[in-house]
């Protein structure tokens, strides 16, 4: 029985599957139908749908990152240009230091005695940059060299001689050397790699020169302190090109003096001032970022790491591909189903759309519930087309930030954007100007803390002025508290330019209660060289520590300004100083208001040549207070140093140090009433325990250790007397008391309190009480 039972199942199982594939056979084109139609509505346009996002992602985010870069290269270069600016300005003060100047024209290099005291004076110019390798200066008439290094040596056994080609043939008096090996004495192997300033003296001769003063400057410390500053990662690499192609700045010291393209990761060209490609270095792909600057004919190329990018390419790609397969899965497996009859397809497929699309429960059903969750997709999407017009400001602006910062657009590109973005710009002889709010918080205050509306009531009226003088004109925030502004200039002069720039500061001043400071970058320049105007424009603003606020700052003016030299005034800086430790208030800040002249604009002084001053000052001010015993902490607290460095004003400034002063002066004269009586003490116990004896003021000042004039200073102050009133008072008080006891002669009372003559002591005596000892004893 049981072996008939498995015998039939099994013929039925047989007959099922055989009826099975049978049906199949016959429904295969209903079948392929239904698939057919299920991957042309969904499949196909997720795959297209995501293949355009994922081309458009990759293109954004290569755009995004190379722009970044370009940013960054930018900050780079401005950052190395601070650097050596800096450094350059420090040094110049040294140039005209009388002491070196006399030496080379009249000195003696075997003389030990000035040879010490350059030597002091080269450690100190060391001293005044953390970035300086060493310093020398050349002595022709004698043929040797005084370096921080190696003291003084004759010019043949000194290890650097390669200043003497740039000396003996160079008419230049003032050279910056680019980067050079300097062995670490003759005949090492043993180099470092350094930049030099070169600089002939007497500085101020241009023809009969009678020496050199060269600083080196440690190419390794500048670089690591500006990678550390722009905080850039350690797997990014930087080289900086001199015009020959050759690296001059880099991590790896391995690398330098070594033409760039003789590296075989790197054999494309840079072409133009900005650009970047990709390249492959050790099987890794990289990002290679170039910026070229005029200023010193120097091009800065960054090398970035485009793994990350590449795997979220990658990641997104497969998803794309996993989500195609699962898709087409589903699909097969539900026009399977639907070939069998089990279950409805379209019902089915509308609680899905429901799901998908919010389509509410009710209404048309099957394929008319298709229709509505179609016409609700459309519905969907032009909703987006109203939310992507919302954000077109947002586009517009940062591309409009884009150009102000030099990120390296095509010119193409350019002309593309403007266009869709409607902005009616010449691409050529174009001004740009800054402009920056003064007193920011206050003027926000105002406004009741709507930043957004204050900047948008800005732009407006920039707007309207511009219209009204028919100038071409675009505007755009840059931070809280600035905006640039570029002037199409082909029909307008300078002159008119800067008129509509009056009025336009005059119109924020009267009507939004806005003031600002423009910083114009006044030299004509292209679209695509705006990032360069605008590093001109906010150098510009640094002077108005200078100028103060409510001006109108050209670049023409401040470069041609740039050509003096500061020197620090370190006589009045002492003068100050000795006011402020005789407590005369008065003086000192008399004498304060004539050091911070020595940097007023009749002087042209540069931004860098102030905070410099600030930096030098606030030293000197440390100083005196480690001098007269004060903690730093006292004078210093919480935040001062900090915004001492972001002061924006001469006013600021001499506001700071004023109140420095005032608050040292103040401790110091505390601290001379404690003094004061202390020392008052120490003369009254001296006297009462020494007045017997022959005592006199010297002698007391050198028992006690205080001047005698002090002596008198302190008595005069507390008493109103002299040291003699004083003595006298103490011996004719002990000296009554003897004589009312009435068992000692005046002779003898005489001489037991410290008078050598009866006679004196008898004159005093009546001086003080009014009567003589012989009255007294009657």
Same mark, same amino acid.
Request: hydrophobic residues 40%; contains cysteine.
């Given at each position: 029985?049981?072996?008939?039972?498995?015998?039939?199942?099994?013929?039925?199982?047989?007959?099922?599957?055989?009826?099975?594939?049978?049906?199949?056979?016959?429904?295969?084109?209903?079948?392929?139908?239904?698939?057919?139609?299920?991957?042309?509505?969904?499949?196909?346009?997720?795959?297209?749908?995501?293949?355009?996002?994922?081309?458009?992602?990759?293109?954004?985010?290569?755009?995004?990152?190379?722009?970044?870069?370009?940013?960054?290269?930018?900050?780079?270069?401005?950052?190395?240009?601070?650097?050596?600016?800096?450094?350059?300005?420090?040094?110049?003060?040294?140039?005209?230091?009388?002491?070196?100047?006399?030496?080379?024209?009249?000195?003696?290099?075997?003389?030990?005695?000035?040879?010490?005291?350059?030597?002091?004076?080269?450690?100190?110019?060391?001293?005044?940059?953390?970035?300086?390798?060493?310093?020398?200066?050349?002595?022709?008439?004698?043929?040797?060299?005084?370096?921080?290094?190696?003291?003084?040596?004759?010019?043949?056994?000194?290890?650097?001689?390669?200043?003497?080609?740039?000396?003996?043939?160079?008419?230049?008096?003032?050279?910056?050397?680019?980067?050079?090996?300097?062995?670490?004495?003759?005949?090492?192997?043993?180099?470092?790699?350094?930049?030099?300033?070169?600089?002939?003296?007497?500085?101020?001769?241009?023809?009969?020169?009678?020496?050199?003063?060269?600083?080196?400057?440690?190419?390794?410390?500048?670089?690591?302190?500006?990678?550390?500053?722009?905080?850039?990662?350690?797997?990014?690499? +930087?080289?900086?090109?001199?015009?020959?192609?050759?690296?001059?700045?880099?991590?790896?010291?391995?690398?330098?003096?070594?033409?760039?393209?003789?590296?075989?990761?790197?054999?494309?060209?840079?072409?133009?001032?900005?650009?970047?490609?990709?390249?492959?270095?050790?099987?890794? =792909?990289?990002?290679?970022?170039?910026?070229?600057?005029?200023?010193?004919?120097?091009?800065?190329?960054?090398?970035?790491?485009?793994?990350?990018?590449?795997?979220?390419?990658?990641?997104?790609?497969?998803?794309?591909?996993?989500?195609?397969?699962?898709?087409?899965?589903?699909?097969?497996?539900?026009?399977?189903?639907?070939?069998?009859?089990?279950?409805? =397809?379209?019902?089915?497929?509308?609680?899905?759309?429901?799901?998908?699309?919010?389509?509410?429960?009710?209404?048309?059903?099957?394929?008319?519930?298709?229709?509505?969750?179609?016409?609700?997709?459309?519905?969907?999407?032009?909703?987006?087309?109203?939310? +992507?017009?919302?954000?077109?400001?947002?586009?517009?602006?940062?591309?409009?930030?884009?150009?102000?910062?030099?990120?390296?657009?095509?010119?193409?590109?350019?002309?593309?954007?403007?266009?869709?973005?409607?902005?009616?710009?010449?691409?050529?002889?174009?001004?740009?100007?800054?402009?920056?709010?003064?007193?920011?918080?206050?003027?926000?205050?105002?406004?009741?803390?709507?930043?957004?509306?204050?900047?948008?009531?800005?732009?407006?009226?920039?707007?309207?002025?511009?219209?009204?003088?028919?100038?071409?004109?675009?505007?755009?925030?840059?931070?809280?508290?600035?905006?640039?502004?570029?002037?199409?200039?082909?029909?307008?002069?300078?002159?008119?330019?800067?008129?509509?720039?009056?009025?336009?500061?005059?119109?924020?001043?009267?009507?939004?209660?806005?003031?600002?400071?423009?910083?114009?970058?006044?030299?004509?320049?292209?679209?695509?060289?705006?990032?360069?105007?605008?590093?001109?424009?906010?150098?510009?603003?640094?002077?108005?520590?200078?100028?103060?606020?409510?001006?109108?700052?050209?670049?023409?003016?401040?470069?041609?300004?740039?050509?003096?030299?500061?020197?620090?005034?370190?006589?009045?800086?002492?003068?100050?100083?000795?006011?402020?430790?005789?407590?005369?208030?008065?003086?000192?800040?008399?004498?304060?208001?004539?050091? +911070?002249?020595?940097?007023?604009?009749?002087?042209?002084?540069?931004?860098?040549?102030?905070?410099?001053?600030?930096?030098?000052?606030?030293?000197?001010?440390?100083? +005196?207070?480690?001098?007269?015993?004060?903690?730093?902490?006292?004078?210093?607290?919480?935040?001062?140093?900090?915004?001492?460095?972001?002061?924006?004003?001469?006013?600021?400034?001499?506001?700071?140090?004023?109140?420095?002063?005032?608050?040292?002066?103040?401790?110091?004269?505390?601290?001379?009433?404690?003094?004061?009586?202390?020392?008052?003490?120490?003369?009254?116990?001296?006297?009462?325990?020494?007045?017997?004896?022959?005592?006199?003021?010297?002698?007391?000042?050198?028992?006690?250790?205080?001047?005698?004039?002090?002596?008198?200073?302190?008595?005069?102050?507390?008493?109103?007397?002299?040291?003699?009133?004083?003595?006298?008072?103490?011996?004719?008080?002990?000296?009554?008391?003897?004589?009312?006891?009435?068992?000692?002669?005046?002779?003898?009372?005489?001489?037991?309190?410290?008078?050598?003559?009866?006679?004196?002591?008898?004159?005093?005596?009546?001086?003080?009480?009014?009567?003589?000892?012989?009255?007294?004893?009657?």
């Amino acid at each position: 029985m049981q072996k008939c039972s498995s015998s039939i199942m099994k013929r039925v199982t047989k007959l099922n599957f055989k009826m099975l594939l049978k049906r199949i056979f016959k429904e295969r084109f209903l079948f392929i139908k239904i698939q057919s139609f299920i991957t042309i509505l969904i499949l196909i346009p997720i795959i297209v749908v995501g293949s355009a996002f994922n081309n458009q992602f990759e293109a954004v985010l290569s755009n995004n990152f190379s722009e970044a870069n370009r940013n960054v290269l930018q900050q780079t270069s401005v950052a190395f240009d601070l650097f050596i600016d800096g450094i350059i300005d420090v040094t110049k003060q040294a140039y005209f230091d009388e002491g070196i100047n006399h030496f080379l024209i009249s000195g003696d290099a075997a003389n030990s005695v000035e040879t010490k005291k350059i030597m002091e004076k080269l450690d100190k110019i060391k001293s005044l940059s953390q970035y300086i390798h060493s310093v020398y200066l050349y002595i022709p008439k004698d043929r040797k060299v005084i370096s921080t290094d190696y003291g003084i040596c004759s010019l043949e056994e000194f290890g650097d001689t390669q200043f003497l080609n740039w000396y003996e043939s160079d008419s230049r008096n003032l050279v910056l050397e680019e980067t050079r090996e300097i062995p670490h004495y003759k005949g090492s192997t043993q180099k470092d790699d350094v930049f030099s300033v070169y600089t002939k003296l007497p500085f101020t001769n241009t023809t009969d020169f009678r020496g050199a003063l060269i600083v080196n400057i440690g190419q390794s410390l500048v670089y690591k302190e500006v990678m550390d500053k722009l905080k850039v990662k350690e797997d990014v690499s +930087l080289f900086v090109l001199n015009k020959k192609d050759e690296i001059i700045i880099s991590n790896d010291n391995k690398n330098i003096y070594k033409n760039i393209y003789s590296m075989n990761y790197f054999q494309e060209k840079m072409i133009g001032e900005n650009g970047d490609f990709v390249t492959s270095m050790n099987d890794r =792909p990289y990002l290679v970022a170039y910026t070229h600057m005029d200023k010193r004919d120097w091009t800065y190329v960054y090398m970035y790491p485009m793994e990350e990018i590449y795997s979220t390419i990658h990641m997104i790609n497969s998803l794309i591909l996993y989500l195609s397969i699962l898709l087409f899965l589903l699909g097969s497996i539900i026009s399977f189903l639907f070939t069998f009859r089990t279950f409805k =397809p379209v019902e089915e497929l509308i609680s899905f759309i429901k799901q998908k699309t919010q389509m509410k429960e009710g209404g048309a059903r099957q394929l008319g519930g298709v229709k509505a969750a179609v016409l609700e997709l459309f519905q969907d999407n032009e909703d987006m087309k109203q939310k +992507l017009e919302m954000t077109l400001p947002v586009y517009k602006e940062k591309f409009l930030q884009g150009l102000i910062h030099g990120s390296g657009f095509q010119e193409k590109e350019v002309e593309a954007k403007l266009n869709s973005f409607a902005i009616d710009i010449p691409l050529e002889n174009l001004i740009l100007a800054v402009f920056q709010v003064d007193d920011y918080e206050e003027a926000l205050d105002r406004w009741g803390g709507n930043g957004y509306l204050m900047n948008f009531s800005m732009h407006n009226v920039l707007q309207h002025i511009s219209l009204q003088k028919n100038s071409k004109f675009f505007s755009v925030d840059l931070d809280s508290e600035s905006m640039a502004a570029v002037f199409g200039i082909q029909q307008l002069k300078m002159g008119e330019l800067l008129k509509i720039l009056k009025e336009m500061q005059e119109t924020l001043h009267h009507i939004l209660g806005i003031s600002v400071t423009i910083g114009v970058c006044d030299h004509e320049t292209g679209i695509g060289k705006l990032g360069e105007s605008y590093y001109n424009a906010k150098e510009v603003l640094k002077y108005k520590i200078l100028y103060g606020k409510k001006e109108i700052l050209l670049f023409s003016d401040i470069r041609q300004e740039q050509e003096h030299t500061f020197i620090y005034p370190y006589d009045k800086v002492e003068l100050l100083k000795n006011y402020i430790k005789v407590c005369d208030e008065e003086s000192a800040l008399k004498e304060l208001k004539e050091v +911070l002249e020595k940097i007023s604009p009749k002087d042209m002084a540069s931004y860098q040549s102030v905070y410099q001053m600030i930096i030098q000052l606030n030293n000197s001010m440390m100083n +005196l207070l480690n001098e007269v015993n004060i903690q730093l902490e006292v004078i210093y607290y919480g935040n001062m140093i900090e915004n001492m460095m972001k002061m924006k004003s001469m006013v600021e400034i001499e506001v700071f140090f004023t109140r420095v002063i005032r608050k040292i002066i103040s401790i110091l004269l505390t601290n001379r009433e404690s003094k004061m009586d202390r020392y008052f003490q120490n003369i009254m116990d001296y006297i009462q325990n020494h007045y017997m004896m022959e005592l006199s003021l010297e002698a007391l000042s050198e028992a006690i250790h205080i001047s005698p004039s002090y002596i008198n200073q302190i008595l005069k102050k507390n008493l109103d007397k002299t040291f003699i009133q004083l003595l006298n008072d103490v011996r004719i008080n002990k000296a009554y008391e003897y004589l009312l006891r009435g068992d000692m002669k005046i002779k003898e009372v005489a001489e037991k309190v410290g008078f050598s003559s009866s006679a004196y002591f008898i004159k005093i005596f009546k001086e003080i009480k009014g009567i003589t000892p012989g009255q007294l004893k009657q």
